[in-house]
């Protein structure tokens, strides 16, 4: 089982691109749940919870540096630890 009190706090934006600002390394170390407007989302790139919003990458499309394009879908976000 997971222990909750050797696990971070989850922040309220955090991205899983290593470059973004809002990469917290230490949450990545336990496993992650992302539940978008009740359904459990396994794709997200980066959540917001308080502005209601995650990011996904889209299927071909990549941006100049060869990254794929994100899109913002909005919605209730819950996080939560597996």
């Known amino acids: 089982m997971n222990d ?3 696990q971070p ?3 309220d934006r955090l991205s ?5 600002p809002h990469h917290v390394e230490a949450i990545f170390e ?7 407007n009740g ?3 396994f794709d997200v790139e980066e959540y917001c919870i ?5 990011k996904v990458p889209s299927h071909k499309a ?6 794929p394009l994100l899109m913002t879908i909005k919605g209730k976000v819950e996080v939560f630890y597996k």
């Open 4 to 6: 909750t009190k050797s």
């Open 9 to 11: 706090a989850l922040p």
């Open 16 to 20: 899983g691109n290593p470059r973004s």
């Open 30 to 36: 336990n496993e992650i749940g992302i539940i978008l």
């Open 39 to 41: 359904k459990e989302r």
């Open 50 to 54: 308080s502005e209601s919003w995650v």
């Open 62 to 67: 990549l941006d100049r540096r060869g990254q």
